[in-house]
């Protein structure tokens, strides 16, 4: 059985169409159908016609029909899906397959707009991801917060000014020995003028 016409029945599942593997067609509009879940098993499906039945939330239905790969015409026009926002765009976006859609041709335009819409889609997620990686991040050591060139040239300051302080020491170790001398008192040793200078 390749193809099956189930109009106007009050159906609520396909489920009886499981053995049917092989099924290429099924027009199954004015039912009361709640579930396309059976619709799995149908790798050749080429057309899916369940317009005007009782199909709700858009995500959970193209979780299973997205993974026909045959797929070439879908209605799901008059389900409660059909109301959602971007419901055409959305549909395209998940089936690149689809040639038309609620009886109408998808176009080369409605193509771009749904991988526009699909972009601006996963831009928040990726911007949602980076700022939790930087949120998680460990924090930097000092010791590597500075280049290897920061480094040298922090050290080398060091020693400059550790070596003017040295300079300006003996300057006034060798002033108070003149003075003194000048004086003609004994030359203070640096230990004098360590403690003087406290």
Same mark, same amino acid.
């Given at each position: 059985?390749?193809?099956?016409?189930?109009?106007?029945?009050?159906?609520?599942?396909?489920?009886?169409?499981?053995?049917?593997?092989?099924?290429?067609?099924?027009?199954?509009?004015?039912?009361?159908?709640?579930?396309?879940?059976?619709?799995?098993?149908?790798?050749?499906?080429?057309?899916?016609?369940?317009?005007?039945?009782?199909?709700?939330?858009?995500?959970?239905?193209?979780?299973?029909?997205?993974?026909?790969?045959?797929?070439?015409?879908?209605?799901?026009?008059?389900?409660?899906?059909?109301?959602?926002?971007?419901?055409?765009?959305?549909?395209?976006?998940?089936?690149?397959?689809?040639?038309?859609?609620?009886?109408?041709?998808?176009?080369?335009?409605?193509?771009?707009?749904?991988?526009?819409?699909?972009?601006?889609? $996963?831009? /928040? &997620? *990726? @911007?949602? !991801?980076?700022?939790? =990686?930087?949120? %998680? $991040?460990? /924090? &930097? *050591? @000092?010791? !590597?917060?500075?280049? =290897?060139?920061? %480094?040298?040239?922090?050290?080398? @300051?060091?020693?400059?000014?550790?070596?003017?302080?040295?300079?300006?020491?003996?300057?006034?170790?060798?002033?108070?020995?003149?003075?003194?001398?000048?004086?003609?008192?004994?030359?203070?040793?640096?230990?004098?003028?360590?403690?003087?200078?406290?």
């Amino acid at each position: 059985l390749e193809v099956i016409w189930l109009n106007n029945n009050k159906l609520s599942t396909l489920n009886s169409l499981c053995t049917n593997f092989r099924l290429k067609k099924i027009y199954g509009q004015n039912n009361s159908l709640t579930s396309i879940e059976s619709v799995r098993k149908f790798k050749f499906l080429e057309t899916l016609l369940v317009s005007n039945n009782l199909l709700k939330d858009l995500d959970v239905q193209l979780g299973i029909i997205a993974k026909l790969s045959c797929l070439e015409q879908l209605d799901l026009f008059g389900n409660p899906v059909a109301e959602e926002p971007n419901y055409r765009l959305r549909v395209i976006c998940k089936m690149p397959k689809l040639k038309i859609l609620d009886r109408h041709m998808i176009t080369t335009e409605e193509r771009i707009k749904a991988a526009n819409f699909e972009k601006k889609e $996963k831009e /928040p &997620i *990726k @911007v949602k !991801e980076k700022s939790e =990686k930087l949120v %998680k $991040k460990k /924090p &930097i *050591k @000092v010791s !590597e917060a500075f280049s =290897k060139g920061e %480094k040298d040239l922090y050290r080398e @300051v060091a020693h400059i000014t550790k070596r003017r302080e040295e300079e300006i020491m003996n300057k006034e170790i060798q002033k108070k020995v003149e003075e003194e001398i000048a004086r003609n008192k004994p030359a203070p040793t640096a230990k004098d003028v360590i403690a003087n200078r406290s």
